[in-house]
């Protein structure tokens, strides 16, 4: 029996202006925190589309974090204005699917390295408390998802 | 209507107009002109719904001075407006006539046969998510279940692309949902949820509550409850109903700043 305990695989994508700094910042000041996020260095916050998120949970990331600048300090003006639009809509449909609190927005300026510590660690113990992402493990038992044609006639193709 | 569309297409208001013909029985689109006015008499409303306000955009991006009439459902006015919010088609070139049809939560009250009783075999019961009523019902099942659910849903997806296709508000020149770094190709089915979801990020604040999508699902797909939870997502977040108002939806556009607040790690 596997008897680690369970790390979630967390990937975070940083603003290059501010989140990244402060997790720079994190670094050079030796402040510890999980490994278990996978940085992802993007140019604005903005730029992460809904596709991004999603193909991360496709991938089977436990948890998605984004960090971008708080709202008047964006780099490009109003870049984190869709940012949040863009994540408060996908918390909506991710919660209405069943995908419950893997994803998290945080406005963290490049000075903000205790923040951006506190908060990793805390979304970390979130995503550990919340057990590994379900999607791959539904997909694999295609028998727990099939009992066959549907009341349409539609066969299963299970492969 | 027959003598309305005879007067149009006489009096010069349009050029053609995109309505129904009975062929053989089956009522099919139609694009009556004036060089064959006879054809007017074979004019026919009737239940069948076809995206003509599609077809009148894709006319109109070959032939932009051409003055098109359509018969219009209130779906196919919402979704003329749609494009025309999002620069497809220039209101002046289109004239809608108006015939009687379908409710849907984009409007408060109006009849057809669409939605009449819930199709749920067993096996849909027991394994799938309802077609009708509200989204937000499925609330009742655990957060694990509603994902198995819906994974049953679109896992019997055939990758047909016949809901982007029918869709009347679909008009991007290059589809994400074809692109090779989007999407695998080759595989059937396609990544689920990935592959819905994503199509369902772009209906938000775009989807017309039609339909359509529903209809042309070759293996039924209750894909117009999760469209309509997308735009209700958008309704609730940013106050936007589609198809009301001449303005893009905020959702979609930069814009100004919406006040929404971050959620805490805490709930």
């Not at chain 1, 940083?14 to 700094?21: D, F, I, K, L, P």
């Not at chain 1, 490994?35 to 193909?55: E, G, K």
């Amino acid at each position: 029996m596997d008897t680690k305990p369970f790390e979630p695989k967390i990937v975070a994508f940083m603003c290059n202006w501010c989140t990244y700094g402060a997790a720079d910042l994190a670094g050079v000041s030796r402040l510890p925190y999980p490994q278990n996020i996978r940085p992802i260095r993007v140019m604005c916050s903005a730029t992460i589309s809904p596709h991004h998120i999603l193909r991360a949970f496709q991938s089977g990331a436990d948890g998605v974090f984004i960090g971008g600048c708080h709202i008047g300090d964006c780099h490009y003006i109003k870049g984190n204005y869709m940012t949040i639009k863009r994540v408060a809509f996908m918390e909506d449909l991710l919660n209405w699917f069943g995908l419950e609190g893997r994803l998290h927005l945080e406005w963290i300026s490049s000075a903000e390295a205790q923040k951006f510590v506190d908060v990793i660690r805390r979304f970390t113990e979130k995503i550990r408390a919340l057990g590994p992402n379900p999607i791959p493990a539904l997909l694999k038992t295609p028998k727990a998802i099939w009992n066959g044609a549907d009341d349409e006639g539609h066969c299963a193709n299970v492969a | 209507m027959k003598d309305i569309v005879r007067t149009w297409l006489e009096s010069g208001r349009i050029d053609l107009f995109l309505g129904y013909r009975l062929v053989d029985g089956h009522p099919i689109p139609h694009c009556f002109s004036k060089e064959r006015l006879e054809e007017v008499e074979q004019l026919t409303e009737s239940l069948a719904r076809y995206p003509l306000e599609k077809i009148a955009h894709q006319m109109l991006q070959k032939d932009p001075a051409v003055r098109i009439g359509l018969m219009a459902r209130d779906c196919t006015q919402r979704s003329v407006r749609v494009l025309a919010a999002w620069n497809q088609i220039d209101m002046d070139r289109i004239r809608v006539l108006t015939m009687s049809c379908c409710p849907s939560d984009a409007k408060d009250k109006a009849f057809c046969s669409y939605l009449q009783e819930p199709e749920t075999g067993p096996v849909r019961k027991s394994n799938g998510m309802p077609s009708t009523g509200d989204p937000d019902d499925c609330r009742v099942l655990p957060a694990e279940e509603r994902l198995r659910r819906w994974l049953y849903e679109f896992q019997k997806c055939i990758k047909c692309y016949g809901c982007r296709d029918i869709c009347p508000v679909c008009f991007c020149k290059d589809c994400g949902l074809e692109h090779e770094d989007l999407m695998d190709k080759g595989v059937v089915p396609p990544e689920v949820p990935l592959f819905h979801l994503i199509r369902a990020v772009h209906m938000a604040g775009r989807c017309v509550d039609c339909g359509l999508c529903e209809e042309a699902c070759p293996v039924g797909i209750p894909l117009r409850l999760l469209y309509r939870k997308v735009n209700g997502i958008v309704t609730d977040r940013f106050g936007y109903r589609v198809g009301q108002t001449k303005d893009q939806s905020p959702f979609n556009v930069l814009g100004e700043f919406s006040p929404l607040e971050l959620s805490s790690l805490d709930d």
